[in-house]
């Protein structure tokens, strides 16, 4: 099976085992009463999916309901014909985004940052610093909502992985990886706190994140960057492109129906 086969796998078969997903036409809705980002609640087609405009008009209602934006995240491969339908209903392209991947034979060692120190969360305040450290990082401002401290506590305990990188006791990064599915999981959640950046921390969490993965039993690690620097980043420790994922959505004020 191709590599982007595999990780659009991965992706739906999480969508379907979180607690709050639902069943839409042939959509499966990720959705996170808790955490409003957009990027933590979107929906992902069936395999060849052809929805109809009554499945689009359904699928972008059950997200109004839930006060969350129309949204999806998916391989256009995996389903040809959802694009067409989903621009037909008003959606918009968000961007088509590059998706890389890294193999353990891949992994590069990143420079080392002096005084950084990467571990795992241990206990309620360390998962609280890191998922600031997020919230922050991804442009939030006062306290987390709580989704991103349950994400990094349900990857650990599904097998996946959760770091903490500090300088001299001050949280300075944190991300993590996703639970595993058949060997696969995603790097995901990487933010470095703004006044920590440009000093190769975030190369050195990525990296950390990578092996750890592997060292757990993972055969390949996945990820969405962010912008084009963030990809250099990221080639730099091994990880390069096997395919591109669509990220699409719909306005409030261009719906139709």
């Not at 120190?117 to 600031?132: K, N, Q, S, T």
């Not at 980043?233 to 129906?257: H, Q, V």
Request: glycine share 10%; aromatic share 6%.
């Amino acid at each position: 099976m191709p590599m982007d086969t595999d990780i659009q796998t991965h992706a739906r078969t999480l969508a379907l085992r979180s607690p709050d997903h639902l069943r839409v036409g042939p959509f499966t809705v990720r959705h996170n009463p808790n955490w409003s980002l957009k990027y933590a609640n979107y929906a992902i087609p069936d395999r060849d999916a052809e929805p109809t405009a009554a499945d689009v008009r359904e699928l972008i209602a059950a997200f109004r309901e839930r006060d969350r934006m129309p949204r999806l995240e998916y391989l256009p491969g995996w389903a040809p014909a959802v694009e067409p339908a989903l621009l037909a209903a008003g959606f918009t392209v968000e961007d088509r985004a590059p998706i890389l991947a890294c193999t353990p034979g891949d992994l590069l060692p990143p420079k080392p940052v002096d005084a950084l120190v990467l571990a795992e969360p241990a206990g309620d305040a360390e998962f609280a610093a890191a998922a600031r450290v997020q919230h922050h990082g991804y442009g939030g401002t006062g306290e987390p909502e709580g989704g991103e401290a349950a994400w990094l506590r349900d990857a650990v305990a599904g097998g996946g992985v959760a770091a903490l990188a500090t300088l001299d006791g001050t949280p300075a990064g944190a991300g993590g990886c996703s639970v595993p599915v058949d060997g696969l999981t995603e790097l995901a959640g990487l933010a470095v706190a703004a006044a920590f950046r440009r000093r190769g921390i975030g190369a050195a969490l990525s990296a950390h994140l990578t092996a750890a993965a592997f060292a757990r039993g993972c055969r390949a690690v996945w990820l969405e960057p962010a912008d084009a620097a963030v990809e250099r980043i990221y080639a730099g420790i091994g990880y390069r492109r096997i395919g591109e994922k669509l990220n699409i959505s719909i306005d409030p004020e261009r719906e139709n129906g």
